[in-house]
């Protein structure tokens, strides 16, 4: 019997030494080990996803653009997928990147059609109506937990706040919240459980269709069924669950990791509290250091390629490593500081596909807004464990904590 070549053939996905995403080394501090895969591999590196799932991460700044601006090269069609035969049923990272009809995964004209339906209804959302639902939304929890002198920032305020704006927006039931929020989070983590979670998500998603149809209001879903577009019910159901999924997580985990930052980053806090720094400085600083969504799958080889040296193969896939991107020292200060005023990080993604503008807008509104009103209302926060006692979610895409304990004087009203 012939033996395997110790080393496969170069550019093999699966080759030896490829790096996992995921374990307690990439779940606490994945920064260093974009490090350490950047000196070893360059801006393109061999990983695998749980249960050995090989897969490319671009973690430089030029490769990423060059990736999401050339859909022709790299879609987003996951079908084309070369490991699907391979891959389990139950394999709980399948619900991110299945390839169901979603504007997620429409590529050409099929993709400008339903982009066209939701950045228009989105484009209709008035920002101040938003920060003013925003404000209130915010003020009204933080009323539950104000005279207790303690909170969990996470589960009490950053996971409910975005998600019950959103629910005005789309036209959803406050009470529904907790169902969302449980199957984002279950979907999201990644586990045994994450294929029922992403059902849950378009069971509600279908009955929100199915009740706006019979009577509109003034919301997106109302909007996506009204739009000259012309989307079925099914596909405006799988399109606001990619809308819901993309505006909560990163708003959410957005707001609690710049709420982390402050915390616990003696420059970072002296600087916004000693008015050097406004909330939205602090806040585009935050997608630089921590961005919430680290890693987004992703995109798939249409045809053999090279990409930064590494040989991809028709089918590979190719993961957007957002975070390693923004920390790709090509556009960062010698210090290895983002510049002030900086942008153009990779936090929104790129191309076609990237995030729409007026999405972008609603986001830093629902951001802005509850940092803004946490911190008036609540002026002396402070951690309330030992930094290094905080834990962060067991997911290969999104970067946020579990639970963020905090104390500060009862009692306040403002």
Known sequence: MTEPAATPPPGCPAHAGATPLYGPRFQTDPGQLYRELRAAHGPVAPVELAGGVPAWLVIGYRELQLVTGQPQLFGRDSSRWNAWETIPENWPLKPMMAPVPSILYAEGEEHVRRSRAVTDALAAVDPYELRKHAEEVADRLIDEFAGRGEADLVAEYAHRMPLLVLCRLFGLNEEQAPVLIDGLLTMLDGGPDAPAGAQRLLGVMLQ??????????????????QHDAGLSHDEIMRDLRVILIAGHQPSSYWISNALRLMLT????????????????????????????????????????????????????????????????PSVRQPDGSPADGNRAHMSYSYGEHGCPFPAQEAAEVIATTAIEVLLDRLPDLRLAVAEHALVWRPSAWVR???????????????
């Open 208 to 225: 929100l269709v199915e009740e706006k149809a019979e009577h509109p209001g003034n919301d997106i879903a109302t909007a996506m069924l």
């Open 400 to 414: 946020g904590l579990v639970a963020l304990p905090v104390s500060f004087t009862a009692g306040y009203h403002a």
């Open 265 to 328: 980053d003696e420059r970072f806090a002296a600087s916004l509290s000693g008015g050097r720094r406004s909330i939205s400085q602090a806040l585009n600083e935050a997608l630089w250091e921590d961005t919430p969504t680290q890693i987004f799958a992703g995109r798939w080889a249409t045809r053999d390629t090279q990409l930064a040296g590494q040989r991809i193969a028709a089918g590979d896939m190719v993961l957007l490593g957002f975070a390693g991107a923004n920390a790709d």
